[in-house]
């Protein structure tokens, strides 16, 4: 009688293993997008905002003393800014191509 034995090689070892590779790539790529509500607001890093807006770092600094843009103080480095507020900027700016012409 021949013997069953699970070995690296087993086909079914193979499938739980990228199953479990796939759990892991699906895991990753959820904590890289979290963005944590606060108060009901889910708020972006300045890192993120100038990706977003495609806008240096300095640029950014420059909206924010000009009080421009909202955003939040969390301590002595960290500033947020909530992403409606971030949208809201947007709209409020949105000019028509026809009239830069």
């Not at 199953?19 to 972006?44: H, K, S, W």
């Not at 955003?71 to 909530?82: A, C, D, H, K, N």
């Amino acid at each position: 009688m021949a013997l069953d034995y699970l070995t690296a090689d087993t086909q079914e070892v193979k499938d739980a293993l990228a199953c479990i590779a796939d759990t892991e790539q699906a895991l990753l790529a959820a904590e890289q997008n979290y963005r944590p509500v606060i108060c009901g607001e889910r708020y972006m890093t300045g890192d993120e905002v100038c990706e977003y807006l495609h806008i240096s770092p300095r640029t950014l600094q420059t909206m924010r003393d000009m009080r421009r843009i909202p955003f939040t103080s969390v301590g002595e480095r960290l500033i947020i800014y909530p992403e409606n507020g971030i949208h809201e900027v947007l709209k409020e700016n949105l000019r028509s191509a026809e009239n830069l012409l």
